[in-house]
């Protein structure tokens, strides 16, 4: 049974205090952790770098842990599975990142069946579509998006957190490139791209979403 944190804080540079920021009746933070307890894939902490994010988790019924700084959402994920199982009880750890209130349960449920075999770290991807491509030679080709839902083993995991970020993660805020060469990376296909709210803008959309699902019930 794997471990499931998902990492939150409050310095974002595009959504100051996002995990706060109020989706429907309840913040962002609490939507993302109650579909990662509807997927019931195993226990699940937030990952929190203040008080704030602990308090309306708490509020909710749901455990978080406080990991102050961190890199990344992995790395703070990393810090809260030592925080949590410090003994390695789960020996496999979901990283769901704390942008996606509307991820589907079943499809984290999927992802969990599919980290079975592996050997470092798997990634969530879903295919976007097919785009031609146009030049001396013409093709098409399937273009494919990665999705904040990470697996690591618990030995990856640290290995991880241990190595220094690096220059592409850096400029490209993308922290599984950190892995890239340095760990097997499995893919785990998924069936769409979930909503991330990382802006106003996707909040406001977020917010329109909530409200249209309400007013046809």
């Known amino acids: ?10 310095k974002s540079a595009r959504l100051p205090d996002k995990p706060l920021q109020y989706i429907g009746n309840d913040p962002l933070i609490v939507h993302c952790w109650r579909r990662a307890m509807e997927a019931d894939v ?7 770098d203040s008080e704030a994010i602990a308090e309306v ?3 909710a019924g749901g455990q978080a842990v406080l990991t102050g700084e961190a890199h990344c959402g992995t790395d703070r994920t990393a810090l809260a599975a030592e ?6 009880e789960h020996q496999t750890v979901i990283n769901q990142q704390g942008d996606m209130p509307f991820i589907n349960p079943a499809h ?31 093709f ?5 998006s990665h999705i904040g839902l990470y697996a690591f083993t618990r030995n990856a995991l640290r290995k991880f957190h241990s190595m220094p970020q690096s220059g592409r993660e850096k400029d490209a805020r993308l922290e599984q490139l950190r892995a ?24 406001e959309a977020a917010n329109a979403m909530i409200k249209a699902a309400g007013s046809r019930h």
Request: negative net charge.
């Open 83 to 88: 925080i949590v199982d410090p003994v390695g």
């Open 57 to 59: 988790i708490a509020k």
């Open 108 to 138: 984290l449920r999927q992802f969990a069946a599919g980290l079975k075999n592996i050997v470092d770290m798997a990634t969530a991807v879903c295919e976007l579509g097919l785009v031609e491509v146009r030049g001396q030679d013409f």
């Open 140 to 144: 098409r080709t399937i273009v494919k």
């Open 1 to 10: 049974m794997p471990l499931v944190i998902v990492p939150a804080r409050l």
């Open 180 to 203: 890239v060469g340095q760990m097997a990376i499995a893919f785990i296909e998924l069936a769409h791209m979930p909503q991330e709210v990382n802006t106003p803008e996707d909040l």
């Open 42 to 48: 195993g226990p699940v902490y937030v990952a929190a």
